[in-house]
């Protein structure tokens, strides 16, 4: 039954990515160490528009479309500014499991919701559209507010992998958290 837009909620849209117009908006949060901190275990490193481009191009917008990668932009409904990513990838269709991954660069829409509600959005798709059974994702422990955000979508912390990351001085864990397809729909209801 189509019952809801499976791209839009009351406040984000999920788009497809554009190398041309997002690129330099992508660059922009690579300047941003807190935000990439966030987001990976990589050394925080700034990112000219064109690196940004072709590191786009490759991973979200490539030349043959990847049969188990699904990426989208997220832009707001009430601008349409672009905010941030969320994709699924690693789709593995003979068990239906992929791995999700979200970020949110513009700084003034943290603690808001906007990421929650592109989550809800992903987590839609993937279980109704792509008829997935398991999504599963990976965070530090010191970022609270996407754990926050992951077990307000349902998902659970299934392991840790202890002090992998070494940052200012300090050892981190990773977490991985999963969510299936039945407590997706006990969530939802």
């Given at each position: 039954m189509?019952?809801?837009?499976?791209?839009?909620?009351?406040?984000?849209r999920l788009a497809a990515p554009n190398?041309?117009?997002?690129?330099?908006?992508f660059a922009r949060w690579s300047q941003d160490a807190e935000y990439l901190?966030?987001?990976?275990?990589?050394a925080a490193r700034p990112r000219s528009a064109q690196q940004a481009k072709e590191m786009f191009k490759e991973h979200m917008e490539p030349e043959e479309p990847r049969p188990d990668a699904f990426n989208f932009v997220i832009r707001t409904l009430a601008d349409d500014r672009l905010i941030g990513f969320v994709g699924l990838d690693g789709v593995r269709w003979t068990h239906g499991d992929a791995f999700?991954?979200?970020?949110?660069?513009?700084?003034?829409y943290w603690d808001k919701g906007y990421g929650t509600d592109a989550l809800r959005l992903l987590l839609r798709y993937a279980f109704t559209e792509l008829n997935?059974?398991?999504?599963?994702?990976?965070?530090?422990?010191?970022n609270q507010r996407a754990i926050r955000a992951y077990e307000k979508a349902g998902f659970v912390v299934e392991g840790r992998m202890r002090q992998v990351l070494h940052r200012d001085g300090r050892r981190y864990d990773l977490l991985f958290?999963?969510?299936?397809?039945?407590?997706?729909?006990?969530?939802?209801?």
């Open positions: 189509m019952d809801a837009d499976l791209f839009r909620s009351e406040r984000v190398a041309e117009s997002d690129a330099e908006m901190r966030l987001l990976d275990s990589e999700l991954g979200i970020g949110i660069g513009e700084r003034e997935l059974h398991r999504v599963s994702l990976t965070v530090f422990d010191y958290m999963g969510l299936l397809r039945e407590e997706w729909e006990k969530w939802r209801t």
